[in-house]
Structure formats: C-alpha cells, structure tokens
C-alpha cells in the first residue's frame, strides 16, 4: 500500500491557499482555533438547502481585538439572501454572539462554477444515492457534468454497502487525466458521505481543473515556449 496523500493539502502554497488566514501568538491561538471549529459546525447545517462549498475565515488585528470575515461559498446563494435579507441577518447576529474575539461579519459568495467543485459534485453524488438512485449510473453523469464544464479529468469511487449489498465494496469510474504527483496541477478533492438506509456511503471526488501553472499560460498565450531560453539577469 502507498501512502495516500490528501490532493487540496499537497497544494497549500503553490495553487491553492488556506481556508483560515489570520496570525496568533501562542497565548491565544488555541482559542482561536477552537472558535474557527465552532463557527463551521454551526454555519454548516444552516446553510444545508444553500449547498456550501467550503467556508473561510479570515482575522484582521485591531486595538479591540479581531475583526472576522466569514465567507461562505454556497451553490444557491438566493436560498440564504432571499428578498428581504431576514435570514443572512439573523445569521449575522447568531455569528456575532458565537465570536468572542472581536466582531463578526458573514459574507455568502456564489460558487462560479459548481460543476468544478468537487465538494458539490460529490454532494450531489450523495444526494442521488440517497434518493435510491443507481450509484452507478449517478457516477457517470457526474462525469459527464465536470468533463461538460470544461475540467481535464475527473474520478470517483463510490464505497460501502453499494445497493444494499451484505458485503461492503468500492467502485469508480474515471474520465480524462488525474496527475496526482503533478503538484502544479489544479486538482480538487473532496470526501462526502451519504446516509442510506443500509449504511453510510462513502463518495471521493477527484476534479483535474488545469494542468499548468499561470505563468505557463501567460507564456503560451505570449507565443513563448516553455523550452526557449530564459534572458541572462
């Protein structure tokens, strides 16, 4: 066995960035960290019928403490926003009671694409599966949907009492290139499960949304080659 390495962690820094930006000193990071934990346990169920995405923190020092963003990425944003706005603004004052660090604001964004999320992607799988829809058919049109929407590649396995089966097993199918070790490759993964009425149901999403590096494209649309020799500094 290999080891496995998560695909969004092995990206930090290079094309990807944390979900939680802000600086502490030891006294009091513990704490912060606690709240962070606390703030998406609690936005997460509320934001169920939106269908989030992932959600970010970010703490701006100030002389009467933090000032914390929270930004929610959601696939329906008009669930949360509504007409009147009654909703986001209870959330708002729910949030400002849970922050004890300083005060709080909630942002909800709209994810651009969903179909390049892998998070929704596999939300979704987990919804069909849980509609009793076939897991196999279900994984084929989410292939179809993310290679549709323009990504390189994309995998899934399904895993668990697949169809009410005793015996538990798991199943995939994949479309398109996946490079995994490739670390300047755009690669979003995302583990769901689904609740049936004969166990849990794991689903692992693997999205491939590029496969080269911004400079690389600037080059390509400059007419550069990657191979042509680089100017002496």
């Known amino acids: 066995m290999g080891h496995k390495v998560n695909a969004v962690g092995m990206r930090i820094g290079i094309n990807r960035g944390w979900e939680s930006n802000w600086f502490a000193t030891k006294k009091n990071y513990a704490s912060l960290l606690h709240e962070d934990i606390k703030i998406r346990k609690w936005l997460e169920p509320r934001l169920k019928d939106a269908v989030v995405s992932h959600i970010t923190i970010n703490r701006t020092k100030t002389d ?3 000032n914390v963003l929270v930004n929610a990425y959601v696939a329906r944003p008009g669930v949360v926003l509504g007409q ?14 849970l922050v004890k660090s300083g005060n709080a604001d909630l942002k909800i964004l709209d994810v651009k694409n969903p179909d390049l999320d892998a998070t929704l992607l596999g939300k979704w799988i987990a919804g069909e599966i849980e509609n009793r829809q076939s897991f196999r058919s279900t994984q084929k049109k989410a292939l179809q949907r993310a290679r549709k ?3 390189k590649g994309v995998r899934t396995i399904c895993g668990g009492r697949l169809g009410g089966a005793e015996i538990a097993r798991a199943e995939g199918y994949k479309d398109g290139v996946i490079p995994l070790h490739t670390i300047r490759a755009d690669i979003d993964f995302a583990h769901v499960e689904a609740a049936t009425a004969y166990g849990r149901i794991g689903v692992k ?3 491939c949304r590029s496969t080269e590096k911004d400079g690389d494209k ?3 649309s400059e007419g550069g080659s990657k191979n042509a020799p680089t100017k002496a500094r």
Do not use: C, F, R
């Open 218 to 220: 600037e080059e390509k």
């Open 205 to 207: 999403v693997w999205i």
């Open 84 to 97: 009147d706005s009654t909703k986001i603004n209870e959330l708002k004052k729910t949030l400002q009671s």
């Open 64 to 66: 009467k403490g933090y």
């Open 149 to 151: 929407a323009g990504a």
